[in-house]
């Protein structure tokens, strides 16, 4: 457990102070976000007026909470790429050989994920305040929505891993980031699932990101909403990612 | 060598002292290269597949999702799906740019580029050939997306010729979004600082007049910027070729910044090829 503990905070730091450290990998993950809150509730808050369209904080804070499960997911999207990238440099495979316990190598990166969403969470939880996003939940819903960001990130980073440990090369990027990317919006993104209609209003509804984005609306409009289900959903993906990226572990073991 | 358009000839009978290289002309660079570019290219077709999907699929979730928008006074009396067809051929544009950006880049950081650099290759080849795979795989992505438009009911306003011409248009941009991934990949080198840039380029078809018209945009700000934003003149420029017809201002603004993208990013891209050949 020790030698666990010791790979997972050498990787995990190793990944935090390579995104503080290089402009080019933390920005993106910062701008990215904050371009899409302000695309969406700005450019589509006309949407609002549309009949029946009914949520009590406003536009601004039913984007917000897709933004912050969306940043959330690709807090572990880019560790995906930081993955490929120290494969393609060689750098994983030395780390293969001298890790004493591998598995460390994955629970590195999931912290590493984390890390890097923490920063990104602060500051698109700031900008929403200051373009004037009404929150409604209190403190406790505030923590849960946390929650939900968190274990989202865990689902997403755990997948990231897997599929660049699997292909070991930077060309993983759009496999990595491109099924998140149509998850995510296959969930009601724009309206309410209420006012979605014929094939994707059915394909909404049975979406887990469907569940997870509706439990952090309810929160932050201070009256949750499917939250359990949302955290049994996300930790059982967890769960299955942890197997896969496991399993990604396994074949890249395997290739040496 | 000859694959490598080098060729060694022996100046009479003389011997080893006397082998010459002769260096090959400018197009016989640019082949070598692009021939690698587009065969590598298509050698990752697991990967391929996606970039190109993805657009369809956002298009599909897109025109159900935002059926609603059709409930706003004003809207062009179109269904959604005809106005939002324009919109994955900027995003097919997007992979296309991060394709060849993440190409280069790898190039790069394996040694490959610095072991060309050795060579008697151009700058000029190096990044002409490089982008060749990138307009290949722009073509077929035109093609695809056209094809799944027609047959998910899209109609063409401006006829056949007009699908030519939208073909042109959409090629072109693709071109000068490659230009812009190979900027990127000689500026920072790495394929991961690449493909961080996807998202930001994806924004900017999101802060555009990608999802509704301009004028029916309710945000003062995000209509300034949709305006600013030449991505928007990109999507109106194809939009009009389908719910339109021949929409000459729309067609100039669309191949005049199409045009100006291409010449801005090669020219930059031209800069940063000899910047890191000297640093080579």
Not at chain 1, 153 to 175: D, H, I, K
Not at chain 2, 100 to 128: M, N, Q, V, W, Y
Not at chain 2, 164 to 187: M, P, T, Y
Not at chain 2, 239 to 250: K, M, V
Request: aromatic share 10%.
């Amino acid at each position: 457990m020790r030698r666990f503990y010791f790979v997972a905070r050498g990787v995990a730091w190793r990944s935090v102070h390579n995104t503080i450290a290089n402009p080019a990998i933390l920005l993106p993950s910062l701008i990215f976000p904050l371009f899409f809150l302000a695309a969406f509730a700005g450019g589509l808050s006309r949407i609002a007026d549309v009949p029946n369209f009914h949520y009590a904080p406003g536009y601004t804070a039913f984007q917000f909470a897709f933004v912050f499960l969306q940043s959330a997911a690709f807090g572990g999207v880019f560790t995906g790429f930081s993955i490929a990238r120290d494969f393609d440099s060689g750098f994983a495979r030395r780390l293969l050989v001298s890790a004493p316990q591998r598995s460390g190598i994955i629970a590195g990166y999931a912290l590493g994920a984390l890390g890097r969403w923490l920063i990104t969470a602060v500051v698109i939880t700031v900008a929403a305040l200051i373009a004037g996003m009404d929150v409604l939940g209190g403190g406790i819903e505030l923590v849960g929505l946390v929650g939900l960001g968190i274990t989202m990130n865990l689902v997403a980073a755990l997948w990231a891993c897997g599929v660049a440990m699997f292909l070991r090369t930077e060309q993983a990027g759009a496999l990595i980031q491109m099924p998140v990317f149509v998850v995510l919006f296959l969930a009601p993104v724009y309206v309410p699932l209420s006012l979605l209609t014929g094939w994707i209003h059915a394909v909404a509804r049975y979406n887990p990101a469907t569940v997870a984005l509706e439990a952090a609306r309810g929160l932050i409009a201070g009256s949750p909403v499917k939250l359990a289900l949302a955290f049994v959903l996300l930790l059982a993906g967890a769960a299955i990612m942890s197997l896969f990226a496991r399993r990604g572990l396994a074949s890249a073991e395997r290739a040496g | 060598m000859s694959s490598s358009g080098l060729t060694a000839r022996a100046a009479g009978a003389g011997g080893p002292a006397s082998i010459a290289l002769a260096t090959p002309s400018l197009v016989e660079q640019v082949g070598a290269i692009a021939r690698r570019s587009v065969i590598r290219t298509f050698r990752q077709r697991a990967l391929l597949v996606f970039p190109l999907v993805f657009p369809l699929i956002l298009f599909a979730i897109n025109g159900s999702s935002l059926t609603a928008a059709r409930k706003i006074p004003g809207f062009p009396d179109v269904s959604y799906r005809d106005f939002a067809l324009a919109v994955p051929f900027i995003q097919g544009a997007l992979f296309v740019a991060i394709t060849a950006g993440t190409d280069l880049a790898r190039d790069i950081e394996s040694g490959f580029f610095d072991r060309l650099a050795l060579t008697p290759l151009r700058g000029s080849a190096l990044l002409a050939g490089q982008l060749g795979g990138a307009v290949v795989v722009a073509c077929v992505q035109s093609l695809v997306y056209l094809g799944v438009g027609i047959a998910s009911g899209v109609g063409i306003a401006s006829g056949f010729g007009g699908a030519l011409v939208l073909l042109a248009l959409s090629i072109l941009i693709a071109f000068g979004f490659a230009g812009l991934g190979a900027l990127l990949a000689l500026r920072f080198g790495t394929g991961e600082a690449v493909q961080g840039f996807f998202p930001l380029l994806f924004v900017t078809v999101f802060l555009s007049s990608s999802s509704l018209p301009r004028n029916l945009i309710k945000a003062d700000w995000f209509r300034e910027v949709a305006t600013y934003n030449p991505v928007s003149y990109l999507i109106e420029g194809i939009r009009s070729l389908i719910i339109t017809g021949w929409d000459g201002q729309a067609l100039a603004l669309g191949f005049g910044f199409a045009l100006a993208l291409s010449a801005i990013t090669l020219s930059l891209a031209g800069t940063a090829m000899k910047n890191r050949l000297v640093r080579t």
